[in-house]
């Protein structure tokens, strides 16, 4: 079986044909930093418009480096949430007019399942239950995944997202969008004990994490140290404030995992690329850690056509009315009897 996967739902714009026999055959990206970087985030208007631009490109190149013709593609899986509402539909809209065109199947891909069995495409072995902690721009999540299509939430932020708190603190020191793999270059010239930050404390629950106090605390650090800052001291700053971002993600994984009997965990988005984040949970917790190759970490088609597939083995395929819905939870996803334990 070929799958055809579409991902629109932020920034990238990405096309992939995945192979149940062969696996991924092809997975083709476009970029939109370049148009962003001056406004120091996304612009959603931006970012559909160029949708719209590259789209039927990306996915022509997609099938010819899959060495595939359309006629032999028996499903579309396309992203419908969560994400920008315009982006979202420019791919939603395309995925039907294919559907409708090829008269193939078309299924409905929550973008965040796509990451969180991201890990699964390169470690078919992981044993479940597991947790799953999706770690990105947008999301920082800890998910019990029970079996494929079985998820239960069990922490997540009260406010910015880990991938967003890097960000904004690359902005306050002058790095361009996005500051993530920028901070982790210079970090490894400092110390991650250089500076102190804060581990927040949310009353709401142990589980809870927040990162918009850690952004107050290094603007107030930054203000008390004068405008100019010598690459060292830039260094020894991004090391720490990475540090205190990412001891929160494991205190949590901790509280969880005393709580939650697991047999592995995995780390799966943006920042799940940055190999500091992977030393320290692969040191530092008692069970087996998991990531997912740093090709998947972004947002891609690829996660989108296997998630895809496995979505309509379990649960079949999707009519043509579905909607876009920009704010889509994992915890939407319900397939207790049609799930499995493994592959």
């Not at 796509?114 to 072995?125: E, F, R, Y």
């Not at 603190?169 to 790095?175: A, M, Y």
């Not at 106090?213 to 060292?232: C, F, I, R, V, Y």
């Not at 296997?306 to 999707?318: I, P, S, V």
């Amino acid at each position: 079986m070929r799958v055809l996967g579409i991902e629109t739902s932020c920034d990238d714009t990405s096309c992939s044909v995945y192979d149940t026999d062969q696996g991924i055959r092809s997975v083709v990206l476009s970029s939109q930093e370049v148009f962003h970087q001056k406004y120091g985030g996304i612009v959603p208007e931006i970012a559909s418009r160029k949708h719209l631009e590259v789209l039927p490109w990306v996915a022509e190149h997609a099938l010819l480096e899959a060495q595939t013709q359309w006629d032999e593609l028996d499903l579309i899986a396309v992203t419908h949430g969560p994400g920008l509402v315009g982006s979202l539909l420019v791919g939603v809209d395309y995925a039907k007019t294919l559907s409708m065109g090829l008269g193939r199947p078309i299924v409905a891909v929550n973008h965040l399942e796509g990451h969180l069995l991201s890990p699964m495409m390169d470690h078919s072995d992981i044993a479940f239950p597991f947790l799953g902690i999706i770690v990105s721009g947008g999301h920082t999540e800890y998910i019990l995944v029970k079996a494929i299509g079985r998820y239960e939430k069990v922490a997540e932020t009260v406010d910015d997202a880990c991938g967003e708190a890097l960000d904004k603190f690359g902005k306050l020191l002058g790095i361009p969008y996005p500051a993530g793999p920028l901070i982790e270059k210079k970090a490894q010239e400092g110390s991650k004990n250089a500076y102190a930050f804060p581990l927040p404390k949310v009353k709401k629950s142990t589980f809870a994490l927040s990162f918009s106090g850690l952004k107050t605390s290094a603007m107030l650090l930054l203000k008390s140290l004068g405008s100019d800052q010598t690459s060292l001291e830039v260094a020894h700053l991004c090391a720490s404030y990475q540090h205190a971002l990412f001891h929160q993600l494991l205190v949590v994984a901790k509280r969880v995992l005393h709580q939650y009997p697991v047999k592995a965990v995995t780390l799966s988005g943006g920042v799940a690329a940055n190999q500091t984040l992977r030393d320290l949970f692969q040191s530092s917790l008692p069970v087996p850690c998991f990531f997912p190759g740093r090709k998947w970490c972004t947002d891609n088609a690829g996660m989108i056509a296997f998630t895809g597939y496995h979505q309509y083995r379990l649960r079949g395929a999707d009519t043509l009315t579905f909607p876009v819905v920009s704010r889509l939870s994992i915890s939407s996803i319900h397939n207790s009897k049609n799930s499995e334990v493994g592959i």
